[in-house]
């Protein structure tokens, strides 16, 4: 299990430093890093982005929430993606967060729940718009996103997950709603239907080893009711988890969110998973430009 996760991590270090390597900080765009924001030294730190010509005004907010299987990833591996989006307008929270099988799900949420609650108490310091907060995840950071949506709206639901993990604070802020999601290259559900895969998620990310009530409240699609904030959905033609779009579009689509579709690539060039990261592509920056105009639409 060590050995799977010492590889995967090393593999997809290797290939996003190989992305990002000609990429530097934009000079229209002013940052502050390594933002404490909970208790642990290394995974709760968080960056925050703004357009320099936006200096001293409040922005609707993106907080990001990366990808990486439960088990890769910081805010290191997003910030380019994150500082494009601030080019947009936007003032954009780049959280870390902690990682299974160290910390096992939903540790991740927790950490998340933290970052809102950061945004609301640092509003000011930072010109947050705390009545504009959006969100965007990718591969698993999408089911991280769609979870965090769901106890932002879905009663039920944090009930249940609460009472799951009585251990753990998943406590948002009063005033706590999302605006709308992006939900990139997706996966709603932990388990995947593959029993040999599913028996190593099972010990590596769940934090009971996948009992049948945590796999229920793992598959994050089951629990979007009407209340969920509206959601721009997109995928590619190469996309591994392109199918996995269908979980989320068919539970916005039967509990009448409003939700926005998009494919990207074409067969000759299909793209891949999360292709929107890689920002020196037209596509990614077509699909960055489209999720940022479904935010505004809904900025307030």
């Given at each position: 299990?060590?050995?799977?996760v010492?590889?995967?991590r ?14 530097k900080?934009p000079?229209d ?11 642990h030294?290394?995974?709760?730190l968080?960056d925050?982005?703004r ?8 922005l ?39 990682l299974?099988p ?15 609650r ?9 010109g ?29 639901f944090?009930k ?8 753990m ?19 709603y ?9 599913d ?36 995928t ?10 269908k ?5 916005l ?15 000759d ?14 596509e ?9 105009a479904f ?6």
């Amino acid at each position: 299990m060590v050995d799977i996760v010492k590889k995967t991590r090393s593999d997809w270090g290797e290939s996003d430093r190989k992305r990002d390597a000609n990429f530097k900080t934009p000079d229209d765009i002013e940052r502050v890093d390594d933002i404490p924001y909970g208790d642990h030294p290394e995974w709760n730190l968080l960056d925050v982005y703004r357009p320099k010509s936006e200096t001293g005004k409040k922005l609707p907010v993106i907080m990001i929430v990366h990808g990486g299987g439960w088990i890769y990833g910081d805010k290191v591996v997003y910030q380019y993606y994150a500082m494009s989006l601030a080019q947009r307008g936007f003032a954009v929270v780049n959280p870390s967060y902690r990682l299974a099988p160290e910390f096992k799900y939903p540790a991740q949420i927790v950490d998340i729940c933290v970052v809102s609650r950061w945004i609301f108490a640092n509003a000011d310091k930072y010109g947050f718009d705390t009545n504009n907060i959006f969100a965007a995840g990718d591969s698993a950071g999408a089911h991280l996103v769609t979870v965090f949506a769901n106890i932002c709206v879905n009663p039920v639901f944090a009930k249940k997950l609460g009472a799951e993990y009585p251990e753990m604070d998943f406590t948002i802020p009063g005033d706590m709603r999302l605006n709308a999601v992006a939900l990139n290259c997706g996966k709603y559900d932990i388990l995947i239907g593959n029993f040999i895969v599913d028996r190593w998620v099972r010990k590596t990310v769940l934090a009971k080893g996948g009992k049948k009530g945590e796999r229920k409240l793992a598959a994050a699609a089951n629990y979007v009711t009407g209340s969920f904030p509206p959601a721009f959905v997109m995928t590619a033609v190469g996309d591994e988890l392109k199918n996995d779009s269908k979980v989320i579009t068919e539970a916005l689509f039967k509990n009448g969110v409003p939700f926005c579709y998009r494919l990207y690539g074409t067969n000759d060039n299909p793209l891949h998973h999360v292709f929107h990261c890689n920002i020196a592509l037209e596509e990614a920056v077509k699909c960055n430009d489209d999720t940022c105009a479904f935010f505004r639409e809904r900025v307030k």
